[in-house]
């Protein structure tokens, strides 16, 4: 779903609305409109914030805040509770962790999320971090201004940022050469860098533009895929299938080659079938999914042939009626 269509996202606008608030402002003073709140020490690992008697009939909700948690992160936790408290369907006890999630995952629940999505949009309205950007040169600027001027964690920002842009943006946090913690902007079809891993600042040699900045022993980066992808071979009279076969011939894979060729082909097939899904099946955000998509160890060799940019190119563009090969780059 459209980060604008969730309905927790839709009330938390309405909310700042009804009690004309503009970001950064006292989230304590709001949650205490509806519940009693106390900030006191809570001795289980990982949990932030903890809400009792959720629309209880007779009872007032009790919110408890970790004392021990960082002011962001208090402040985030409390804009989160609050959600619980004013999304008609949460109801009971909710016990919320050391998280920010907004899509789903196995052990994460429904709830959690939206209550997320909730307080997101609470502490970084969409409209400022458009506004934000359209004043800085590159996402690593826009996203350390988030920080600064709402008052909130680069976690948190970069994921807000992340729910507000189109596909691919990728970042990463690194403290001592490790990923702490990534991301990237909803859609993107690049895998991001995994937790712990070794921080390689060239994971991205297709991105055109690389940016980072530092706070409190993180340095958090940002890339930004290249939006003008462009079909240089339109015109060449080489067969993609011939093309494939001398790449493959020619690098030391470790697989058997006519399956990593049908492995190649998988990939671009999928990518197909997503771009007709998701409404924007024209040649440069194709070609786009598919080089994010062959970022991989996997693929390196296969990915750093010379030939490589002209096999996906004509195997595109014959995947491609004509009049879409060529249709407004800047969709």
């Known amino acids: ?79 989160h509770e609050l959600g619980h408290l004013v999304i008609p369907w949460h109801i009971g006890i909710r ?22 999505r909730f307080a997101a949009e609470l502490l970084m309205p969409s409209s400022i971090i458009r506004q934000i950007a359209a004043n800085n040169t590159d996402m690593a600027k826009a996203h350390k201004e988030t920080c600064r001027r709402l008052r909130v964690s680069p976690q948190a920002a970069a994921l807000q940022v992340g729910n507000t842009f189109p596909p691919g943006a ?49 340095s958090i980066h940002w890339w930004e895929m290249t939006d003008d992808m462009t079909s240089t071979t339109a015109k060449s009279k080489r067969d993609w299938r ?3 076969d001398d790449i493959v011939s020619s690098i030391d894979i470790k697989e058997e080659k006519d399956r990593y060729k049908l492995s190649v082909n998988a990939i671009i097939a999928h990518a197909n079938g997503r771009k007709r899904i998701e409404g924007n099946h024209t040649f440069p955000h194709l070609l786009e999914a598919c080089h994010q998509r062959f970022n991989v160890e996997r693929h390196a060799l296969l990915r750093n042939h010379p030939d490589f940019d002209e096999f996906l190119n004509l195997r595109l563009i014959e995947l491609l009626p004509v009049y879409e090969i060529y249709q407004n780059k800047s969709e």
């Open 170 to 218: 990728i970042y990463c946090a690194v403290e001592d050469g490790t990923v702490v913690y990534s991301g990237c902007t909803a859609g993107t079809s690049e895998s991001k860098p995994f937790r712990n891993e070794i921080f390689n600042e060239d994971w991205y040699p297709r991105a055109r533009k690389h940016s980072s900045w530092n706070i409190n022993g993180l």
């Open 95 to 116: 016990i919320d962790e050391d998280k920010y999630e907004f899509e789903s995952g196995e052990s994460y629940s429904l709830f959690e999320m939206e209550a997320n």
């Open 242 to 244: 011939k093309i494939l």
């Open 1 to 79: 779903m459209i980060w604008n269509e969730y309905p927790e996202v839709k009330l938390a606008r309405r909310i700042l609305d009804r009690h004309k608030l503009t970001p950064p402002f006292k989230v304590r003073h709001l949650l205490e409109l509806h519940a009693t709140v106390l900030t006191e020490a809570i001795p289980i690992d990982g949990v932030d914030g903890i809400a009792i008697n959720i629309k209880v009939l007779g009872k007032t909700p009790t919110v408890i805040v970790n004392q021990n948690s960082s002011e962001t992160r208090q402040t985030f936790t409390m804009a």
